[in-house]
DNA sequence: CAAATAAGAAACTTAAAGTATCTTATATGT
DNA sequence: ACATATAAGATACTTTAAGTTTCTTATTTG
């Protein structure tokens, strides 16, 4: 019993893509423990059983490795977006999945990762495929069908503007939205932008 | 002639508040010149024709003295906000000095900063003193003295509101927004809000 | 003009990034 | 099953910059 990370150590030689989860999963473990700046490529080695050499074979740079780590957990699985029934619940909800997935990891290291990666904007780290938002996209367009919302009043700066907000929020003060938050965002500003009068 | 920075050395030996004003412009001009990454404090001394045990006396560590170099710059002088004749042209003003005052060094160091400050949140670097914006409330009531905005539509969320969408903009993609993006948070996003109808 | 204070120079310690070299376990092709 | 190639893991090394310490000397202040 009580075996916090890793094996009994001299089992076999790992390789390859097991390796590979290895190291990042033992970046995450260290992430969790520490600060960023606490985070040292001879913590990753000796925290994932193996040595420095190994993790420069694969990373150019302590910011590339916890990136990465990041990465892995980061863009969540939007597989499907739950239907409360109604927009308002549907805008509520996605919020709320960004407060878990954005405050926990990510918001740790981003400022390290970005500063050491050069003049890298946000933009690029968060979303490396563009800033559309499928969640949202698929819930005004439940809307539309619903006819809570017309179709022409769903511009690009709208489709984005709760997700835009909150992450204002997550970033500004470093932790989760409150409940009142979120409801500030879609009740003054959001709803009234798209319902239909 | 040409004098790029410093005066002829081994003048007079300065002290205080004199000499702290020319570290911390050295600073700037450093941040000016080259990432944060690659601002040391041996560079910053040099610069300044001091030495790092002058800086340390002063200032902890490299990310508080690269702090205070960006503070006395960025609470920007505020003193007027220019009256356009309407809401929508103040906003945009606004709109458009931040990303004047945000984008130089600001943004180029406040990622380092923050990171190697701890889990300091954002929020307390830019705002001091706390969210509320006192150009946006001049503004505001300046519309509502002309009838444009009544004043029961003005709550702190819309108060703030153009202010966090263009500071998203501007860390999301680390440059200036453009003139369309100004028009698209004032056009499609504000006014609706808060005009009367 | 004496004593206190702080500036400036220089040498030092430490931590961690990143590199290089070598040995050896494992995979793969024949 | 064996030879060969590949990559893992250990270790020692170089370099850079942060932060510290000590000492000398200029300037302020009383």
Redesign the pocket.
């Known amino acids: 019993m009580s075996n916090t990370q890793e094996q009994d150590k001299l089992k076999?030689?790992?390789?390859?893509k097991e390796?590979?989860a290895a190291i990042l999963q033992a970046v995450r473990a260290e992430l969790k423990e520490r600060e960023y700046a606490?985070?040292?490529?001879?913590?990753i080695?000796e925290r994932s059983?193996?040595?420095?050499?190994?993790l420069?074979?694969?990373w150019?740079?302590?910011a590339e490795i916890v990136l990465a780590a990041i990465r892995e957990r980061v863009p969540l699985p939007l597989e499907e977006v739950p239907d409360f029934g109604n927009v308002r619940d549907d805008v509520c909800g996605i919020l709320r999945s960004m407060n878990l997935n954005n405050t926990q990891l990510l918001s740790k290291a981003i400022y390290g990762i970005i500063s050491e990666l050069g003049a890298m904007p946000l933009a690029s780290v968060l979303f490396p495929e563009g800033r559309s938002s499928r969640s949202m996209s698929i819930v005004l367009q439940r809307a539309v069908e619903r006819g809570e919302v017309s179709g022409e009043a769903v511009t690009p700066r709208l489709l984005t503007l709760p997700i835009d907000l909150a992450r204002n929020e997550i970033i500004l003060y470093n932790e989760p939205m409150s409940e009142e938050t979120i409801a500030e965002i879609v009740d003054q500003v959001f709803l009234p932008l798209i319902q239909k009068r």
Chains 1, 2 share one sequence.
């Not at 076999?12 to 390859?16: A, F, H, I, K």
């Not at 606490?38 to 913590?43: D, L, R």
């Open positions: 076999t030689r790992r390789r390859g390796l590979e606490a985070v040292t490529m001879e913590g080695a059983g193996t040595s420095k050499a190994v420069y074979r694969r150019a740079n302590r």
